[in-house]
């Protein structure tokens, strides 16, 4: 790393973006433990495990293009994928199982991933921090509450989507620098790429569970931007 990113990186007064679910705290293995228990539920007799899987993948596009994200359309995709590969319609004894396995979801302990309370607390001390998360506004400011971060956050902004435009809009409502401005994440289809392209500089943390639908291969930055990818979040504690 050259000394010219050194100073960009630990150059106190920039303004980082960043992430929510399995950024900060773990979200994504809990909708694949409700989807293997959905699998089981199923037990289909014609398509192997995998290939259930792909079916709901299917209908969660589709649900999530006609809904939004959130629970509420996660539960309508396991009842749209149950329907369509039984060829029955729900009963309302299956629809109340299918149900429980979001219910599950939503009950759970926030948990925060390693070192990352103590990370935004130095973090926020030397920069503007803003949460940007997409999903159902209640779903997410409730999980921002239950976890005890919002305290270093000056702002909080829960979108429909994540893409190029959003991007653009809410750096503009914030009065963002492009050239001091990062988006922090583990999704390259929501939180990297479309940042980039929006004219940011960006942090991309892998997440081992990241929805499947949030995989994308990650671009290369644009010149005069910069991408960082590290291990861990508590690793920002050495670039910022």
């Not at 390693?114 to 779903?139: F, Q």
Request: charged share 25%.
């Amino acid at each position: 790393m050259n000394s010219a990113l050194n100073r960009s990186l630990y150059s106190p007064g920039q303004t980082l973006l960043i992430d929510a679910d399995d950024t900060l705290w773990e979200n994504n293995v809990y909708f694949e433990r409700a989807i293997a228990s959905f699998i089981s539920y199923l037990d289909h007799k014609a398509h192997t495990p995998a290939e259930v899987r792909e079916h709901l993948n299917r209908c969660e596009h589709a649900t999530i293009a006609a809904r939004g994200y959130g629970l509420v359309s996660f539960r309508s995709s396991l009842a749209d994928c149950y329907e369509q590969l039984t060829e029955t319609p729900l009963t309302e004894e299956g629809r109340k199982q299918i149900s429980s396995f979001a219910d599950c979801i939503d009950c759970h302990e926030i948990e925060l991933l390693p070192r990352v309370a103590e990370t935004l607390e130095y973090l926020s001390a030397r920069h503007r921090l803003i949460l940007v998360t997409k999903g159902d506004l209640k779903e997410q400011t409730g999980k921002l509450e239950r976890s005890g971060l919002s305290s270093h956050f000056s702002a909080v902004e829960v979108l429909p989507e994540k893409h190029n435009q959003a991007y653009v809009t809410v750096t503009g409502r914030h009065g963002c620098e492009a050239s001091k401005t990062w988006m922090i994440g583990n999704s390259p289809r929501s939180d990297i790429n479309p940042a980039m392209s929006a004219g940011l500089h960006t942090v991309f943390i892998p997440h081992e569970f990241t929805w499947v639908l949030e995989h994308e291969v990650v671009d290369q930055p644009p010149a005069g931007q910069r991408l960082l990818q590290l291990e861990s979040f508590g690793d920002l504690l050495r670039h910022f």
